[in-house]
């Protein structure tokens, strides 16, 4: 049994600052690095418009980090989040989606 989260119905997450509203759809789970450009003035996002390869400084997954990570836009702010998968403390979805197999589980457990 797993616990199915779908990640297009998220709609707020709590980090360790408090509640976080998700602007729609914008919640996604991937592996995750930290690039630099390593060019004064270029983001990372100019220097692959260019052609070039940033530098990768830490992956996820390397010292004992988590390889998978999170991101969002804040709902109230605008500004995206991101983050190791393990800030996350919780979800709250818009949507219980509930299938044959979780019903009996759920019933197993009021039983």
């Not at 600052?17 to 450009?37: I, M, N, P, T």
């Not at 836009?73 to 996350?88: F, N």
Request: hydrophobic share 45%; with cysteine; charged share 20%.
């Amino acid at each position: 049994m797993s616990l199915a989260i779908d990640v297009d119905e998220v709609n707020r997450v709590l980090l360790s600052d408090g509640w976080h509203d998700v602007a729609a759809r914008s919640f996604a789970l991937d592996s995750y690095e930290f690039l630099w450009s390593g060019v004064d003035g270029l983001t990372v996002h100019d220097l692959i418009a260019k052609g070039h390869e940033p530098q990768v400084l830490l992956g996820g997954g390397q010292s004992g980090i988590c390889s998978i990570g999170f991101t969002l836009k804040d709902g109230a702010s605008g500004q995206m989040i991101c983050g190791p998968l393990t800030a996350v403390l919780a979800v709250q979805t818009a949507k219980v989606k509930s299938t044959p197999a979780a019903l009996r589980h759920l019933r197993s457990w009021v039983d």
